[in-house]
């Protein structure tokens, strides 16, 4: 066989390869599952078996079908007096896609009186968002915390993040009445290198003049790019936008990974 003809069937090879790759890569599944929730208010006790958050919510893939059972709670984080906690949850379908999601429930310490539900309490939803991360992950100003537009999938476990609040609650300004007003629960947070960590979690509420916070939730958009498995300090930014178009001023809070 000539040099000729050996590079030719060199050539054609990869050019297979490739075709191949490319097959193959577009029949995977790269689509998250997505989180939702129903109006229920859920009461949570500080303390009780995180299983009973696993109620009035149900999760769905475009491959898997119902992942329900598949969801598990991340995190609770209850606010500064608390009366609220946020809730983030997660799953992962069988492709290893993982996507978040979190809303509000009533928060009971300890000790404190019994907390009485109200029928016209919100919760908040977010998916993809994500960034629940277990590496390097470039956010923008274009993602959003809705499971289906964020792309913030990653590759979660079940463990929980080492988070640590360093300073006190942030607060966007109320520069136009008709906006959003996003509450962070504190200016900085401090992981350990490897934990996992979503920005989502840093918000205690989001309120507006019109929408309710569950559909607030879905129009979070963050940017920063932070690496958990880096040593650093990370400044992240979150806004939020109304269904009116209404966009809150720009909230900030630090990322320190040890």
Request: aromatic share 4%; charged share 20%; glycine share 4%.
């Given at each position: 066989?000539?040099?000729?003809?050996?590079?030719?069937?060199?050539?054609?090879?990869?050019?297979?390869?490739?075709?191949?790759?490319a097959l193959?890569?577009?029949?995977?599944?790269?689509?998250a599952p997505v989180?939702?929730?129903?109006?229920a208010?859920?009461v949570?006790?500080?303390?009780?078996?995180t299983?009973?958050?696993?109620?009035?919510?149900?999760?769905?893939?475009?491959?898997?079908?119902?992942?329900?059972d598949?969801?598990?709670?991340?995190s609770?984080?209850?606010?500064?007096?608390?009366?609220?906690?946020?809730?983030l949850?997660?799953?992962?379908?069988?492709?290893?896609?993982?996507?978040?999601?979190?809303r509000?429930?009533?928060y009971?310490?300890?000790g404190?009186?019994?907390?009485?539900?109200?029928?016209?309490?919100?919760?908040?939803?977010?998916?993809?968002?994500?960034?629940?991360?277990?590496?390097?992950?470039?956010?923008?100003?274009?993602?959003?915390?809705?499971?289906a537009?964020?792309?913030?999938?990653?590759?979660t476990d079940?463990?929980?993040?080492?988070?640590?609040?360093?300073?006190?609650?942030?607060?966007?300004e109320?520069?136009?009445?008709?906006?959003?007003?996003?509450?962070?629960?504190?200016?900085?947070?401090e992981?350990?290198?490897?934990?996992?960590?979503?920005p989502?979690?840093?918000?205690?509420?989001?309120?507006?003049?019109?929408?309710?916070?569950?559909?607030?939730?879905r129009?979070?958009?963050i940017?920063g790019?932070?690496?958990?498995?880096?040593a650093?300090?990370?400044?992240?930014?979150?806004?939020v936008?109304?269904?009116?178009?209404?966009?809150?001023?720009?909230?900030?809070?630090n990322?320190?990974?040890k």
């Open positions: 066989m000539t040099k000729f003809n050996v590079r030719a069937v060199f050539a054609v090879g990869c050019v297979i390869l490739l075709i191949a790759s193959i890569h577009l029949r995977s599944d790269h689509t989180i939702h929730f129903s109006d208010e859920l949570y006790q500080e303390g009780e078996d299983k009973d958050l696993l109620t009035n919510l149900r999760a769905e893939d475009n491959r898997d079908g119902d992942l329900t598949k969801v598990f709670v991340v609770v984080t209850p606010n500064n007096d608390q009366t609220k906690a946020v809730v949850y997660g799953v992962e379908d069988k492709a290893h896609n993982a996507s978040t999601a979190a509000t429930v009533t009971q310490a300890t404190a009186a019994p907390a009485s539900t109200d029928a016209n309490a919100t919760d908040g939803n977010t998916s993809d968002s994500t960034s629940d991360t277990n590496g390097s992950t470039d956010s923008s100003s274009d993602q959003t915390s809705d499971a537009s964020t792309n913030q999938t990653a590759n079940q463990g929980t993040a080492d988070q640590t609040a360093a300073s006190g609650t942030v607060q966007s109320n520069t136009n009445p008709a906006a959003p007003v996003v509450t962070l629960s504190s200016s900085q947070v992981i350990q290198s490897g934990s996992r960590f979503n989502v979690s840093v918000i205690t509420s989001i309120t507006d003049d019109k929408d309710k916070q569950n559909a607030l939730f129009r979070v958009s940017s790019d932070y690496n958990v498995n880096k650093g300090t990370y400044p992240i930014q979150i806004v936008t109304d269904s009116d178009g209404n966009t809150s001023t720009p909230v900030s809070f990322l320190v990974v």
